[in-house]
């Protein structure tokens, strides 16, 4: 086991709802990034958190944030959900530093309908 | 643009046969490159890393600059190597964002 662990597994939520995904990084770790991984296609980066900040960020909408907080546990929120937005969301944790390991949790399954 | 690529969306070896998954990047920097792998109900989880130049469970992958690509080989399959394999390239700048080919799944055939 790796430590990173994220809930919920599983979720259903409606088109236009709001959705809110957490993750608890592994011990020591201080840096935190979400990917979303849709059917068929690799992890796309979304942003990463250090430190309680935003360190980086993909091609999302706005409408996709996130927070970090003082134990470094991490929340992703999706506003005004879009089918599109069905995925399996993937956390990730490492301690900053270029060039060390990441861990990636087991991920929520998001589906919107 | 930084892109990952990976031809075979599937690839299906029989046992005891070299494998070899195809991994091409586009970066104009010096990337640093990775090979993930997901075995059934498990998560992501590091296979190799460029920099390490270390050989893990058979698998190796070497570096080629001039061709832009990062094969991944085995000289002789096992069961135990059926997984979805990803190449994943990371920029090496602040945010360390890592990206990922579309993958390709490995069957090994008995």
């Known amino acids: 086991e790796t430590g990173v662990t994220q809930s919920p597994t599983h979720l259903i939520k409606t088109r236009g709802q709001q959705v809110t995904l957490r993750c608890s990084s592994q011990?020591?770790?201080?840096?935190v990034s979400w990917y979303q991984q849709a059917l068929g296609q690799g992890p796309q980066f979304i942003f990463q958190?250090?430190?309680?900040?935003?360190?980086g960020r993909g091609n999302f909408p706005p409408r996709f944030s996130g927070l970090q907080f003082p134990n470094y546990s991490s929340e992703l929120n999706v506003n005004a959900l879009e089918l599109d937005d069905s995925a399996l969301y993937l956390c990730a944790s490492s301690l900053a530093g270029l060039g060390n390991t990441i861990y990636f949790g087991e991920g929520s399954w998001l589906t919107v309908v | 643009a930084q892109r990952v690529t990976q031809p075979e969306k599937l690839l299906s070896v029989f046992k005891g046969a070299p494998v070899e998954l195809k991994c091409n990047y586009s970066y104009s920097g010096s990337p640093e490159l990775f090979w993930y792998v997901q075995y059934s109900r498990q998560r992501l989880q590091l296979l190799l890393r460029?920099?390490s130049r270390e050989s893990i469970k058979g698998f190796t992958a070497d570096l080629n600059k001039g061709e832009t690509s990062f094969h991944l080989k085995k000289p002789f399959a096992q069961e135990e190597d059926s997984a979805m394999y990803y190449c994943?390239?990371?920029?090496?700048?602040?945010?360390?964002?890592?990206?990922f080919g579309k993958g390709t799944r490995l069957h090994i055939l008995p």
């Open positions: 994943a390239l990371s920029t090496m700048n602040r945010d360390d964002k890592i990206i």
């Open positions: 958190y250090y430190r309680e900040e935003e360190n």
């Open positions: 460029h920099i």
């Open positions: 011990s020591g770790h201080n840096t």
